[in-house]
């Protein structure tokens, strides 16, 4: 099974999964009547090192997409749409960035992302203006 493929079987069997302080796998049940079974746990056993690795991806990504996220909140005009093709693509490679596992190629697709907001804001700031 690939990565990919693992993280879906966890979510399709109710499994959340986390990473403790000391750097271990920590797996647990959604749902109170629906225990972890055995098949989940040997899957998980089987790909441990990449479950990790991912885990601490994704706690670095997780950070740099809410910090991103924020600065752009603080800048958005009040009920302004941030909509269209442009705006959709940068969200599709941005997505793709968080799946690849790379945090540089992460942080230059949540720069990219950023800068075009902002200067959509702004844009919408000088029009909203001269109005």
Known sequence: ??????????????????????GRLHLRAVAEDRPIRA?????????????????????????LLLESSRRIGTAWPFGFPLEGPEWDAHEQHLHEAYWSGDL???KSA????EQYALRVFGAHRNEVRNV
């Open 1 to 22: 099974m690939s990565l990919h493929e693992v993280l879906e079987h966890l979510i399709h069997e109710g499994v959340a999964l986390d990473l403790t302080d000391e």
């Open 39 to 63: 098949e989940v746990l040997d899957s998980c056993s089987k790909n441990r090192d990449a479950l990790i690795a991912w885990l601490r991806h994704k706690r670095g990504a997780d950070v």
């Open 104 to 106: 540089e190629q992460l």
């Open 110 to 113: 949540l720069e990219a992302r």
